[in-house]
């Protein structure tokens, strides 16, 4: 399965540095937040695409396509020989609802067109009578609830924050994308989702298995089997960092109050005042999520809430919230003193059991080449700072981090380029090199386009917790 590769290759395109530099803002905007800042662009469907592939696009961020995917310098330029030997790929969920809704919401979201499945089935079931029917949910929102009528919850057929139909898309556009990089060009995503070769997991959360079916079905259109994903108990998932550290808890509310962030806050007020008058007029409701109501409804072709047909929330104001929101994540993941030691606490041992795999297929020789998470922005944000990542906006839909496992060898400068490549042997070395939304990351920690697999181990085992029941006290 694995395909070789040529000294010599067609001119590849080179990673779009134009787009791809719009994922490394230089400053991530504070004071004020600017007005006229880009927002999100989806439609009911499928995100439309930027017309250069690779730029930050909140709706569905770029990932690894066969038009901007190019093989790493040392290959390209002829010095070393080798083929990819694994691949992790973690990635967000693809667009969705919101997590929060506000009273007497004034869009209907539909999800008529998704239609979420969860039943069990008895393994052992040889016949029908012995089989479950896959039963799946048919959500309504009847008037004759009282908290319905009332506006508690808006109408409409989602489970919040259930994917949308324009998300399960952009899953399979996903996929195809990723077979044509890794499966038909790379040859390490195999052609049958053989057990022995794919390792799958997921969050404990509906959005990542509906996610998951698309991305999978774009990878294997012809697959006609179930396919097992793991996942761990939802109290100590270490996707979601769902186990308890006062630590990671205490630190995130120590960033609230520092001076920078109350600054923040300071400079917000306006911005959401002004946004509450719009759409509540006088009521004393209170209601804070905005971004998350404004991302849903743009990603997915709805338009900005209104209080009514004249007070409608502006682009200006989403504008600002978007910019604020930014700045949080920049603050929180990259800024901040304590980044690193917040990342290791929330996302370091899914880091660990990550390295553990990588040692399995370099050191043991596990079969299992290709492994996939979906996962969350919780997880992806903090993860990218375990890798050093130089700066960064929202981590939009599925964001994605591969980790890209190389055997390589040295050229015999008299070879001639176009004897394709003895087969490999247990001495050639490994590489990795990481990729960050599709292109090659930009890092603090040094050059992650072409790394040692040791040197890499190393580096990136820093940030896994050695002892985290100890590490997650705080000293009074
Ligand atoms: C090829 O690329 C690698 C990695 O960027 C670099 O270290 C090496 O010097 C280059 N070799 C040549 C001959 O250009
Ligand atoms: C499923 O696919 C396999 C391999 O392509 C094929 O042999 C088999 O007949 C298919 N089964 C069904 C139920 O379609
Ligand atoms: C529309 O809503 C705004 C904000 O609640 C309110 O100030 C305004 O009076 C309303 N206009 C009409 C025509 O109801
Ligand atoms: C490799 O296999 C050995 C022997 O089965 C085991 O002790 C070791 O933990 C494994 N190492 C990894 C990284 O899986
Ligand atoms: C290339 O071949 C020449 C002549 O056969 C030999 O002298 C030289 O050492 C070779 N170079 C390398 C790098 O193997």
């Not at 396919?227 to 270490?238: F, K, S, Y």
């Not at 600002?320 to 041992?349: C, H, M, T």
Request: aromatic share 12%; glycine share 6%.
């Amino acid at each position: 399965m694995w395909s070789l590769i040529f000294v010599v290759i067609s001119p590849a395109l080179a990673w779009n540095t134009n787009a791809t530099d719009t994922l490394y803002p230089e400053e991530v905007p504070t004071k004020p937040y600017y007005q006229g800042y880009q927002l999100p662009v989806g439609s009911k469907h499928a995100t439309p695409r930027n017309i250069e592939y690779g730029g930050y696009n909140y709706c569905s961020m770029p990932h690894p396509h066969i038009d901007t995917y190019e093989l790493p310098a040392a290959i390209l330029n002829g010095s070393v020989r080798g083929s990819m030997a694994g691949l992790t790929y973690i990635q967000r969920h693809q667009k969705r609802t919101s997590y929060h809704t506000y009273q007497d919401e004034d869009i209907r979201y539909d999800c008529s067109e998704l239609v979420p499945f969860l039943f069990g089935e008895n393994r052992d079931s040889t016949g029908l009578l012995n089989a479950a029917i896959p039963v799946h949910d048919y959500v309504y929102t009847p008037d004759s609830n009282p908290y319905v009528s009332s506006g508690y919850v808006p109408h409409g057929s989602c489970q919040f924050p259930q994917l949308t139909i324009g998300g399960l898309e952009d899953g399979f556009q996903h996929g195809r994308d990723l077979w044509n990089v890794y499966g038909d060009k790379m040859g390490i995503i195999p052609a049958v989702p053989s057990l022995d070769h794919i390792w799958l997991r997921r969050s404990n959360k509906d959005l990542t298995a509906q996610t998951a079916g698309g991305v999978l079905r774009g990878l294997w259109p012809n697959h006609n089997e179930t396919l097992p994903i793991h996942q761990q108990r939802a109290e100590v998932d270490t996707i979601g960092s769902n186990y308890p550290c006062e630590k990671r808890d205490k630190l995130k509310k120590d960033l609230k109050k520092t001076d920078i962030w109350k600054e923040h806050d300071e400079f917000m007020v306006p911005v959401l005042d002004e946004l509450h008058k719009t759409v509540f007029g006088e009521s004393d409701y209170k209601y804070e999520k905005w971004s998350d109501t404004f991302q849903s409804r743009l990603c997915n072709g709805y338009p900005l809430p209104c209080a009514n047909s004249t007070s409608c929330a502006s682009g200006n104001a989403a504008a600002q919230v978007f910019s604020g929101e930014d700045w949080e994540f920049y603050q929180q993941y990259i800024a901040d003193p304590n980044a690193a030691e917040y990342a290791r606490l929330k996302v370091g041992l899914l880091v660990g059991e990550i390295i553990d795999q990588l040692k399995e297929t370099v050191y043991n020789h596990s079969s299992v080449v290709y492994r996939h998470y979906f996962a969350h922005d919780g997880d992806l944000a903090p993860m990218a700072t375990t890798l050093g990542l130089q700066t960064m906006k929202q981590p939009g839909m599925g964001i994605n981090i591969a980790v890209e496992l190389w055997k390589v060898e040295a050229v015999d400068d008299n070879e001639s380029e176009q004897i394709p490549l003895p087969p490999i042997t247990n001495q050639n070395e490994h590489y990795v090199r990481v990729l960050w939304a599709g292109a090659p990351i930009r890092s603090k920690l040094g050059n992650l386009e072409w790394i040692k697999f040791d040197e890499f181990v190393d580096l990136w085992s820093k940030s896994v917790p050695i002892d985290i029941v100890e590490e997650c006290k705080v000293t009074k």
